[in-house]
Each structure stands twice: as C-alpha cells, then as structure tokens.
C-alpha cells in the first residue's frame, strides 16, 4: 500500500460548485497532515494544516479521520483560480525527526 | 514562513556532467531538505541537509550522486552528478517551518540530454 494515496482526477466542476478530495495514509503513526496546492510548473504551496478536531480556513475545510487514516479536503463556491493540483502530505516520524510524504496529488479544473 | 530562493531556475546539460544547485533562506531554519519530482509524479525526498554534518539519504539516493552542502542555517547545495537523462527532472529546496510546516523554493529544472 502507497504511503498516501489520492484520486488522481482530473475532478472538472463548474464555477460555484463544492467539490471534495479525499486522501488515505498507511503510517497510523503519522501526526501531522497538510493540504498543499500546486500550480502548473511551480513549487507547492501549504494550503492548510489538517486538525483532528476539522478545521475552517475561508471555503476550505479540511478534515482528519485517524481511525480510518482518511483525511479530506471540502471546497465550497469554487473559483477560477482554484484550478490546481491538490497534494495531500502526511508526516512521517524518523528517528529525532520527521520528514513529510507526498500524494501524487489530485488535479482540479474550475470551468466558467 | 521563509522565503526561499535558488538557483539556477533552469539549466540544460549534457550526460557525464555535474550540476550544481543553490537554495537560500531568507531566515535561519533548522530543517532543510531537497526534492525531487519527475513529470506527472508527486515529490519525492532525496535527502535532509544537516547543518555541518553530512545529509540523510532516503533509500534509493546515495550521496556519491547527489552530494549535498550545508555550511550554515540558510543555504545549502545540491550536487547531480554524472548526469543521465533519467536525472531530468525538477528538483526543489524545502525549509521547515513551524508545526512539522515545509516551504519550498521555485525549483530547478534540469533537462539532460
């Protein structure tokens, strides 16, 4: 089993929509976990740190379940400008320190 | 968060030679970490930089290809080395932040002929 896995995609919506990404991880160990986007050919970018108790940042909700190591990722009223790529990251612990995990990512087409 | 620069941006180089990269952090940060993404494929960690030590591998890197500097808390170099179109990819720089957080850099792109 992939470390992270995520649905590739591409989800093509219409401007407006609510559309959701999900993401599971194998390390039950894992603490930390992020949302990052990624435009065509830059760098990715942290969207947003993923709490177990769910978290709020403007039209975007991210949500952990450890007991199924699923983690989501809501966006309401889609834009335009949220065409991305989506990365979901897990943390993985080493000894004294941790290094993160990289989803392949799941690619997101907001249309007019 | 840090602001991350490197360079060069981008570069084209013939198979046999070296390529030598520069990541520069606007602030000291204990973590840094170089990666690599090939087209179409997720990131994927080639090693930690340690700060006047040597660097910590992940399996399937070895440090006689990618050797890796880190003479202080804000830069640090990443050497490809004998380079093979296999090693045609993105490579990108990476700092931690605070709460296990990792900024990255604007990336190299590497083609080798």
């Known amino acids: 089993r992939k470390e992270v896995e995520q649905d590739p995609g591409p989800f093509n919506v219409p401007e407006g929509a609510t559309v959701a990404f999900n993401c599971t991880y194998s390390n039950s160990a894992s603490q930390s976990f992020f949302w990052y986007r990624q435009d065509c050919r830059k760098e990715p970018k942290l969207l947003m740190s993923v709490y177990s108790s769910g978290n709020e940042d403007g039209r975007f909700t991210a949500q952990l379940n450890r007991a199924s190591q699923y983690i989501s990722l809501l966006i309401r009223d889609s834009k335009l400008s949220d065409s991305a790529t989506y990365l979901c990251v897990v943390n993985r612990r080493n000894s004294g320190y941790s290094t993160l995990t990289f989803g392949k990512g799941t690619m997101l087409l907001v249309s007019p | 968060s840090a602001v991350i620069s490197q360079k060069p941006s981008r570069d084209i180089c013939q198979r046999g030679t070296s390529l030598t990269i520069q990541c520069q952090v606007d602030?000291?940060?204990?973590?840094m970490f170089w990666y690599r993404q090939q087209p179409g494929q997720s990131l994927t960690l080639i090693a930690t930089a340690n700060q006047g030590s040597e660097a910590t591998y992940e399996s399937g890197f070895v440090i006689d290809k990618f050797p890796i500097s880190r003479p202080n808390l804000t830069f640090s170099t990443l050497t490809v080395s004998n380079m093979s179109p296999e090693d045609s990819s993105i490579y990108l720089c990476?700092?931690?932040?605070?709460?296990?957080?990792?900024?990255f850099g604007p990336g190299t792109r590497l083609t080798v002929l």
């Open positions: 990476s700092a931690r932040g605070a709460a296990d957080t990792q900024y």
């Open positions: 602030s000291q940060v204990t973590m």
